[in-house]
């Protein structure tokens, strides 16, 4: 009934109403059928009046058990706003009684702040020229329920003529458990979305056909782009030829279903080069297929930084301690030189090694020692 400014129709159960709508809709064409030859006069080669009659009267009860034992809520209304069907499913979903709210006005079953612009839309609807209508397609609708509740739904609407007046006749369902649901799933995608925008990380995920389906903030900041412009890329797209060539053989084993992890130098497109750790996770689904992959990158230059200055360190303590023990050693000053400066050439890789000392002419020139 009533109705908002969103629209949403695009859930699967969305499909499914709209699929028993088209049920529901072919049904009411028969009671159109049915309505449109119950009002032609007899031929006289036709067979007997009180058979036709009764064939119809056949087809429209079957009409009419088929909308009151439906699971959606069915409401007919007349040209003046008032009940005349209020199926079984209509009684579930409202809490009313179908004798409580036949001859009353529609107005009992919408917010009253939605009313007039319902009897709006009703009045466009009437001077339409299509005959059946999801009301979704204007906006988010709700219903009322007999304790007060408002609750979302999602509906069509078929225009009939009966006795050259409208019916209107509601198809509708009950969504508070999808958009429960909704909501839950699009509070757990913002937590992620939080949590990974605030990773130190390169967090994406890329489907089997190689396009980028999520990313973090990080993938913006190294892709010196918005995510909404990288989503859907390819591989391809994203890295360059070159620079796809050299991780096509890790993509080759996510697609077979395999971790794969590699550690080295990349360049990205806002123009750093990083020492970077990478890990990709394959995606497989229930029947064992491949659906795409995750991906981790961690920076990790700092610490391949402080690696190499740690390495820089314990080289030179050792060859401290080389040269240390090599002077305790040594018998004289002139032995104790020459051993050092032997200990530092095989350290360094170098064929020979000098010491240099100011000269004795305060010239400030340099003299082998």
Same mark, same amino acid.
């Given at each position: 009934?009533?109705?908002?400014?969103?629209?949403?129709?695009?859930?699967?159960? #969305? &499909?499914?109403?709209?699929?028993?709508?088209?049920?529901?809709?072919?049904?009411?064409?028969?009671?159109?059928?049915?309505?449109?030859?119950?009002?032609?006069?007899?031929?006289?080669?036709?067979?007997?009046?009180?058979?036709?009659?009764?064939?119809?009267?056949?087809?429209?009860?079957?009409?009419?058990?088929?909308?009151?034992?439906?699971? %959606?809520?069915?409401?007919?209304?007349?040209?003046?706003?008032?009940?005349?069907?209020?199926?079984?499913?209509?009684?579930?979903?409202?809490?009313?009684?179908?004798?409580?709210?036949?001859?009353?006005?529609?107005?009992?079953?919408?917010?009253?702040?939605?009313?007039?612009?319902?009897?709006?839309?009703?009045?466009?609807?009437?001077?339409?020229?299509?005959?059946?209508?999801?009301?979704?397609?204007?906006?988010?609708?709700?219903?009322?329920?007999?304790?007060?509740?408002?609750?979302?739904?999602?509906?069509?609407?078929?225009?009939?003529?009966?006795?050259?007046?409208?019916?209107f006749t509601v198809i509708m369902r009950d969504i508070t458990e999808r958009r429960?649901?909704? %909501?839950?799933?699009?509070?757990?995608?913002?937590?992620?979305?939080?949590?990974?925008?605030?990773?130190?990380?390169?967090?994406?995920?890329?489907?089997? &056909?190689?396009?980028?389906?999520?990313?973090?903030?990080?993938?913006?900041?190294?892709?010196?782009?918005?995510?909404? #412009?990288?989503?859907?890329?390819?591989?391809?797209?994203?890295?360059?030829?070159?620079?796809?060539?050299?991780?096509?053989?890790?993509?080759?084993?996510?697609?077979?279903?395999?971790?794969?992890?590699?550690?080295?130098?990349?360049?990205?497109?806002?123009?750093?080069?990083?020492?970077?750790?990478?890990?990709?996770?394959? &995606?497989?689904?229930?029947?064992?297929?491949?659906?795409?992959?995750?991906?981790?990158?961690?920076?990790?230059?700092?610490?391949?930084?402080?690696?190499?200055?740690?390495?820089?360190?314990?080289?030179?303590?050792?060859?401290?301690?080389?040269?240390?023990?090599?002077?305790? #050693?040594?018998?004289?000053?002139?032995?104790?030189?020459?051993?050092?400066?032997?200990?530092?050439?095989?350290?360094?890789?170098? %064929?020979?090694?000098?010491?240099?000392?100011?000269?004795?002419?305060?010239?400030?020139?340099?003299?082998?020692?």
């Amino acid at each position: 009934m009533a109705e908002s400014k969103e629209a949403s129709l695009t859930s699967q159960d #969305g &499909d499914k109403l709209r699929q028993r709508i088209r049920e529901l809709e072919a049904e009411v064409e028969k009671l159109r059928a049915v309505l449109g030859e119950a009002s032609q006069p007899s031929d006289a080669h036709d067979a007997p009046t009180s058979g036709r009659s009764k064939s119809l009267t056949n087809q429209y009860k079957q009409i009419a058990e088929i909308l009151d034992a439906s699971a %959606d809520a069915i409401i007919s209304v007349d040209h003046r706003g008032m009940v005349r069907r209020f199926n079984r499913g209509a009684e579930a979903v409202f809490g009313y009684r179908s004798s409580e709210i036949i001859g009353r006005p529609l107005d009992i079953l919408i917010p009253k702040r939605f009313r007039k612009n319902h009897r709006s839309h009703m009045a466009k609807f009437d001077r339409a020229v299509e005959s059946s209508r999801l009301m979704n397609e204007r906006g988010e609708i709700f219903g009322l329920r007999r304790d007060g509740a408002e609750f979302p739904a999602e509906a069509s609407i078929v225009r009939l003529e009966a006795d050259g007046r409208p019916v209107f006749t509601v198809i509708m369902r009950d969504i508070t458990e999808r958009r429960t649901a909704e %909501d839950a799933l699009q509070e757990s995608e913002r937590q992620l979305r939080t949590i990974t925008d605030n990773l130190p990380a390169f967090i994406a995920y890329t489907d089997k &056909d190689q396009r980028l389906q999520f990313a973090n903030k990080t993938v913006e900041e190294w892709y010196g782009g918005r995510k909404e #412009g990288l989503i859907g890329k390819s591989a391809v797209e994203l890295l360059g030829e070159e620079g796809y060539e050299r991780i096509k053989p890790r993509v080759a084993e996510l697609l077979s279903g395999k971790t794969a992890r590699a550690e080295g130098e990349r360049t990205f497109p806002d123009g750093k080069t990083r020492y970077v750790e990478s890990t990709g996770v394959p &995606d497989i689904d229930a029947n064992g297929q491949v659906q795409g992959w995750f991906t981790l990158i961690t920076d990790i230059t700092e610490r391949k930084l402080a690696e190499e200055a740690l390495r820089r360190t314990m080289h030179s303590g050792d060859l401290l301690r080389k040269i240390a023990t090599a002077a305790n #050693g040594a018998a004289s000053a002139e032995e104790a030189m020459s051993v050092c400066l032997e200990a530092i050439s095989r350290h360094g890789g170098w %064929d020979i090694a000098g010491v240099f000392v100011l000269a004795d002419d305060d010239s400030g020139d340099m003299a082998p020692a």
